[in-house]
């Protein structure tokens, strides 16, 4: 199963690959029409500034998920087939409880929207999209690493 | 072949059996419940009520769960004893159900304070579905209503009927909401939220009277005033089921005593949930800690364990999640403690005005305890802290920022995990 | 990855480019690629990076931060990134006036012949009459020698760019109540280079953060361009260079010929490329290079310099914006010369695939390890001669296997100037406006449209020029254009007397056909944008068609811009009065709603003329059209005579 990576020597803490995640997950997947959209997109993984280097932050679909365990909606499923943690928008009450009890604060509530937001490594798309947006190649898409 | 009975269908129940089959195929499993619904979210019932959700979205598994995974279910069947000498259960009925290993996951129930009139008709707990339809059928007759205790379930009762457009109010002996997760100064915001959107609370009273001729009319408080009402919810606490095993051998104080493999004294039984009292990592005492992901996580370990493997559970700690009109609010571990007490330190960022709060409580530079209102962002990373009892000393200027988040804490986690290159 | 037919519609260029990939060339349209997915933060226009506290930006989600270090939001951000392009829009082409007029000077102290060179190899000043009329608008008496208005009307022109108050001259050429909006709205242009300056200063960290008042200032010193800078550059090239006339040419890399010394003029300044026409018509060079075993020379242009030999002496076009790579991957260019703007440096590069030479002429625009022969106006021929000999030498060097020149070559007339437009339109007997005014007053012509701007690799070549000026003959506008847009509707056919019959609505056909002339006007570069400023002042002289610019049944539009350049022109037109749309893609200020909203809406309350944003060529036309048609109205006018 691929999963998201990052090279901290290489992230400049552009933000591209948020801007690029929200786009991606807006109705329209354009820039210039997703900022105008009313129920306004938000990028489902974030850059972190610790000790002079940029880390970005994303769901990392854990084997084990706390979330999964934590969702009292039954909301949050792990399909075994897609090695991903599933989010079900119709279960979700917006309780944060995943919110709580991620060990990588990878999820993030979307208080207008009362979703959580999190990354799904863009399952509707070919690879996600953050991939291609950085500029420097800092946001690797690769198999596994165990 | 086994014989496995676990005494409980909601959080620890299924987490345990689903734990079980992921390392038992073959052994028999037989899940015992005292309600005649499969398992549900019980923690969804007041949005339920509110109509936040169709009850369809109640259940926590879906109609073919048990087939699939080969479980027995027995609903509307009350366990009234466990018999370890024999290792065997005895219902209500009278019927017995032997097992080669018992979990007992019977929750617990709401508490009923001894007030006059607190037997009436309309007066309930909050705590099973059956009770919530039962409410739910009065509302069109109710004007309104009445919360006794200022807790998570009497306040999400609370927001269910002012949904329902019912009037409500709020009765809290403390001189806060929500005692037992917040400190005062973050109750204060909770509690100004709740205003603005029309829940009356009332602090510092106590209701001293129910009031009525067979159907509840009104309501007094000790202070004398009194006030309409024909529904009471009664939200002051839960205490665990331990009925079933008050005249045996098993150990329990406030709940069924576990060890670190969720077992009790007796070899193979074990107990999980709101009626297992367990080593709290955050006061390192055993206590009970009654939420709906403990329950997951315990019923997940001693499920594991009846099926053979060795999960040690580190313990549990207060954890709750909750949002009221916009405000979100968390509160982990140790959330108050008394100002002359040194042994703790206190880290504290608020701004009243944009109804945040951050507060973080130390002991010895290890975090146990944390209030987050407004912003509850950090709250998965500071959990973590707290679980892994890591020494913040060297993060400790960095703990209150705003984006303070894994990358500030990546060289002070157990984890191992592969992220970054 | 595109097709190629998705990157250009125009064969030629579809062709230069299968070649460029087969030789594993890399053009623009490869770069553009390797570059996407572009900044979001820079699309939006809030990313600032005026000051060392930042470099900032906006979250265009809401959620991050909402203002930089300093406190600017992105209506502040936005509008100044924009502010900073009209300057340097502003500043290409006002110093391209300023070289122009400069050297009006030179030739007023006579220094302009070079060491050897007969005297008639020098800049002369071929339209004397034009002079007196830029004389008398300067106040001076026409009476005087030639030298002398020559020498005074130099100094004042070059007095426009030092100017500091007051209005500029040539800004009282546009109509009173024009003038009036100007002086009420106070941004009147007072000095050429003052207004640069002054709204490069408020784009300074912590000056001006009302996003408004910077657009204001922001249309003040577009206005010293179009009034200013520009309209000096044109007035005084006609003036030393002679206006131009109508005149027949041809236009695509057809243009190159096998067996002739191809030198490619390119950029933008035509003091050079006069030179370069002339010297490639010296007897002596003509000998070397038939010695060397070529036919001849071949002089061909690219860009804006192209437009200015053509409309001077008809040279032939080698092809607009994008195809500046491709004439040298045809393999047939011995030398490229070029001089300022549009420029890319990727040239540098892709002629050393090829034995072409790529010379710099000017000292504002170098190329690291590129030859450099400065170009300066006391040796301007010899310094011509020195570059074409360099190319004919290089004759030898061309790889004649590597050549492959896609055959197709348009005809095309180009040439018109407003001054053209009175003597055509008016008669042998009477130059007037008259019958222009009338076509537009009875409904033959519904109205007038400028087609102007560049090319950008982000659109399919060519396409959107192309399929708006099609499509607004096809309803009776009369297109006028420059520039590169002219180029790419001339390589489609547009610009000759016979598109008329073939694309054109019925009365625009009627009015073609009687006066001659193809229903698409080219008017010359992008300095010449200032042409159409002057032509529709004359409009409004004339009568009938209202009191101020705004009132004339009219629309602008740049289907394919990339430039600072265009967006100054953009600035200068709607601060003109004119509804002015921009292709392809909007300004990047979408991150500011505010500016957004004001550039597009607001903004007309005050100028009267507004910009809009339209990625569909089709779409463009019914907007300017339904534009015209709602100023006509205004006017009292009937709806256009072959309404379709």
Redesign the interface.
């Known amino acids: 199963m691929k999963q998201l990576y990052y090279d901290v020597k290489k992230c400049l803490g552009c933000k591209s690959c948020e801007v690029a995640c929200a786009v991606a997950h807006s109705l329209s997947d354009e820039l210039f029409k997703a900022i105008k959209e009313e129920k306004l997109s938000l990028p489902r993984k974030k850059v972190f500034f610790s000790k002079a280097k940029n880390y970005p932050v994303s769901c990392r679909h854990c084997k084990d998920p706390k979330c999964v365990d934590a969702c009292m909606a039954a909301a949050l499923t792990y399909d075994k087939e897609k090695g991903m943690v599933l989010h079900d928008e119709a279960r979700c009450v917006g309780c944060w409880m995943c919110v709580m009890v991620c060990p990588y604060g990878a999820v993030r509530p979307n208080l207008k929207t009362k979703m959580p937001l999190r990354c799904d490594k863009c399952k509707d798309k070919k690879e996600p999209s953050c991939v291609k947006a950085c500029p420097t190649g800092a946001v690797i898409w690769q198999e596994e690493v165990k | 072949m086994k014989q496995f009975i676990i005494i409980g269908n909601s959080a620890a129940g299924i987490a345990c059996v689903e734990a079980i089959r992921q390392r038992d195929k073959e052994s028999k499993i037989t899940i015992i419940s005292d309600e005649d619904y499969p398992s549900y979210c019980r923690c969804l019932i007041s949005y339920y009520l509110a109509q936040d959700v169709k009850e369809d979205k109640l259940l926590y598994r879906p109609a073919s769960f048990y087939k699939e995974n080969n479980i027995e279910v027995i609903l509307n069947k009350k366990v009234a004893r466990v018999d370890p000498k024999k290792n065997r259960i005895v219902c209500e009925d009278k019927t017995a159900l032997n097992y080669d290993s018992l979990l007992i996951a019977t929750g617990s129930s709401p508490k009923f304070p001894d007030i006059s009139g607190i037997k009436k008709n309309g007066v309930y707990g909050f705590r099973t579905i059956k009770e919530i339809k039962e409410i739910e059928g009065l509302i069109p007759l109710t004007r309104a209503a009445c919360i006794l205790g200022g807790g998570l379930i009497g306040l999400k009762a609370a927001y269910a009927l002012k949904k329902r457009n019912i009037d409500v109010k709020v009765v809290i002996k403390s001189p806060q909401v929500l005692s037992q997760m917040l400190d005062f100064e973050a109750a204060g915001l909770v509690r100004k939220r709740l205003e603005e959107n029309g829940i009356d609370i009332i602090l510092g009273n106590d209701v001293s009277e129910i009031i009525g001729e067979g159907d509840i009319r009104a309501i007094k408080l000790d202070s004398g005033k009194a006030f309409e009402s024909s529904l009471v919810i009664v939200g002051k606490g839960v205490s665990p089921n331990i009925s079933l095993v008050k005249d045996t051998e098993i150990k329990f104080n406030e709940g069924i005593i576990t060890g670190e493999l969720l077992k009790t004294n007796i070899a193979n039984i074990y107990a999980a949930g709101d009626v297992c009292e367990s080593y709290d990592i955050t006061t390192g005492k055993h206590s009970v800690n009654a939420l709906w992901p403990i329950a997951v996580e315990q019923g997940k370990a001693a499920g594991a364990n009846m099926a053979g493997d060795s999960v040690k559970y580190d313990g549990s700690l207060g954890i709750n999640s909750i949002e009221f009109f916009g405000l979100a609010v968390v509160s982990l571990g140790i959330y108050k403690v008394k100002e002359a007490d040194k042994e703790f330190e206190e880290l504290k960022i608020s701004n009243e005005k944009e109804a945040r709060y951050k507060k973080l409580i130390l002991k010895n530079n290890i975090l146990v305890g944390a209030v987050l209102v407004g912003d509850i962002r950090p709250s998965g990373v500071l959990l973590r802290l707290i679980r892994e009892r890591i020494n913040i000393s060297s993060i400790k200027d960095a703990l209150l920022c705003e984006d303070f988040g894994y990358p500030d804490m990546i060289d002070l986690v157990k984890g191992g995990e592969k992220i970054y290159v | 990855m595109s097709s190629i037919e998705q990157k250009s519609i125009d064969p030629a260029t579809q062709e230069a480019l299968r070649k460029a990939k087969e030789e594993n060339i890399k053009t623009a349209w490869d770069r553009l690629e390797s570059q ?2 572009q ?3 820079g ?2 226009g809030v990313c600032c990076t005026v000051c060392a506290m930042g470099p900032c ?1 906006i979250d ?5 931060a909402q203002a930089g270090v300093c406190g600017a939001d992105a209506d502040t951000i936005a509008a100044r990134n924009l502010a900073r392009k009209i300057a340097v829009g502003a500043s290409a082409h006002s110093d391209h006036g300023r070289d122009v007029a400069h050297t009006l000077a030179i030739i007023a102290e006579g220094h302009s012949h070079s060491g050897k060179g007969s005297h008639s190899h020098d800049y002369g000043i071929l339209d004397v009459e034009k002079l007196k009329v830029l004389a008398q608008e300067y106040d001076i008496d026409t009476n005087k020698s030639q030298e002398q208005i020559v020498k005074e009307l130099s100094q004042k022109l070059l007095a426009e760019f030092g100017r500091q108050e007051g209005e500029l001259t040539f800004s009282k050429r546009a109509p009173k109540k024009r003038r009036e909006i100007w002086k009420k709205l106070d941004i009147v242009p007072r000095g050429i280079d003052r207004e640069v300056v002054e709204l490069l200063h408020t784009t300074h960290m912590g000056v001006d953060n009302d996003y408004k008042n910077i657009i204001k200032t922001g249309m003040r010193c577009a206005l010293s361009d179009g009034w200013g800078g520009s309209m000096i550059a044109t007035d005084v090239q006609d003036v030393i260079l002679g206006s131009p006339v109508p005149v027949r040419s041809k236009v695509n890399l057809g243009v190159l010929k096998e067996n002739y010394v191809n030198i490619v003029v390119h950029g933008h300044e035509p003091i050079l490329s006069e030179m370069a026409v002339k010297a490639s018509q010296d007897p002596e060079l003509v000998k070397l290079a038939k010695s060397k075993g070529a036919q001849g020379i071949n002089l061909a242009g690219i860009c804006c310099t192209a437009n200015e030999v053509l409309m001077r002496h008809g040279i032939p076009v080698a092809g607009n914006f994008l195809q500046q790579e491709l004439a040298i991957i045809t393999g047939a260019v011995e030398v490229m010369m070029v001089d300022v703007q549009c420029i890319m440096p990727a040239l540098r590069e892709i002629a050393s695939c090829f034995h072409t030479k790529l010379v710099t002429t000017s000292p504002k625009a170098r190329f690291p390890g590129v030859t450099h022969i400065e170009f300066t106006i006391d040796k301007a021929y010899e310094v011509a001669k020195q570059i074409i000999q360099l190319g004919i030498e290089n004759f030898s060097n061309r790889n004649k296997g590597r050549v492959n020149i896609p055959k197709q070559e348009m005809d095309l007339v180009a040439g018109f100037t407003k001054e053209i437009i009175f003597q055509i339109l008016g008669g042998r007997y009477r130059a007037t406006y008259k019958p222009l005014n009338e076509a537009i007053i009875s409904g033959r012509l519904r109205g007038l449209a400028g087609v102007v701007g560049c090319n950008n690799v982000k659109q399919t070549h060519d396409y959107f020029h192309t399929a708006l000026v099609k499509e607004l003959i096809k309803r009776d506008v009369l297109v006028l254009q420059t520039g590169c847009s002219a180029i790419a509707c001339a390589k489609q056919g547009l610009l000759i007397p016979e598109a008329a019959k073939e694309y054109a609505g019925k009365g625009l056909q009627e009015i073609c056909e009687a006066v001659g002339i193809p229903p698409v006007l080219h008017l010359g570069s992008c300095v010449d944008n200032s042409r159409i400023l002057s032509a529709a002042s004359y409009i409004i002289k004339e009568g009938g068609l209202g009191e101020d610019l705004s009132d004339i049944p009219a629309a602008g539009c740049a289907p394919e811009w990339m430039s600072e350049k265009a967006i100054t022109i953009g600035f200068y037109f709607v601060a003109s009065g004119v509804y002015t749309v921009f292709g392809a893609q ?1 300004f990047a200020t ?2 500011s709603k505010n500016l957004t909203d004001y550039l597009t809406g607001g903004m007309e309350k005050d100028v009267a003329g507004r910009f809009e944003f339209c990625d569909d060529p089709l779409k463009m036309a019914q907007l300017m059209i339904a534009h015209i048609d709602k100023k006509r109205r205004a006017l009292n006018l009937k709806p256009a005579m072959y309404e379709s």
Do not use: V
């Open positions: 996407e997915p900044c979001g933060f699309q939006l930006r265009p989600f809401g959620e991050g909007p979408l991150g």
